[in-house]
């Protein structure tokens, strides 16, 4: 299946705007799904395309992750870039982050907790550790694992500053607030864009389609309810996308 007609459409209106911010999600957009998340790998064609639209005159590009900041850069091979790298779902950014007093203690203590729990109830269940962040991850998991994990996420979630965020295999357990939506707004305003694009397949990136303005454009990557005004089956068109911004700006 091609890129649907209103989505090529959209691009080459917003691609026809003085200043451009072109932002992308990393897994499930960027990256197909896979067992281990450190086995993930951009698809073929997609680093170069933000990196040459980040060459644009009048045009930025950024990846939003949930990824922390430093296994983002390690996967996209972008550290040092001028491809912007936000991890940790706005919390860190390549830009410069300044991570709250006490987030190493208070991860750590989480950290702890469900490593417990999950050796208590179902070491089936795989954890990911991050700066800010404990997570959970049950893909390809029997069936049964399921409820297990989202109970040991909700218990550690009534802990005083504990977010919980349930993803795709994932229960993610934050002990920072931030959300990629604050993250693009506040680049996009830095840079003074008229529009920005924005890529994601997850319910973390409908913070951003959520606060997307009339100007801008999202699309949502694969099924599912979605704040995004335009949407593409799957992670394959995602590199025909970029390309085509890529070639349209440069
Ligand atoms: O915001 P994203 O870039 O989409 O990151 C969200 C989470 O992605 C990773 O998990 C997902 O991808 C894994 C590898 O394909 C997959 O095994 C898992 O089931 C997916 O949910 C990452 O491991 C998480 O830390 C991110 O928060």
Redesign the pocket.
Known sequence: MPVPQEVTSALAAVAALPRLLVAT?????L???????M??RAQPGTIEALTDLAAAQGTWAAV?????LAT?EQLTGLAGSAVTRIGS?GGESSAGTVLPEGTAEAVAGLRERVERAVADRDPRIRL?H?PT?V?L???GLPAEVLPVAAAIATEAATQEGVTHLA????H?LSVVRAD?GTALRALAATLEVDATVYL???V??EHVFTVLGPDDVGIKVGPGESAARLRVDDCTHVPEVLAALSSLRS
């Not at 990256?31 to 998340?37: C, E, R, T």
């Open positions: 999600d990393f897994d499930g957009v990256a197909p799904f896979v067992l281990d998340p086995d993930s939003v992750s949930g990824r922390d983002l779902h990911e991050k962040a997570v991850h049950t893909r993803g795709k295999g994932v993610e990629k994601g397949d997850d973390t990136d």
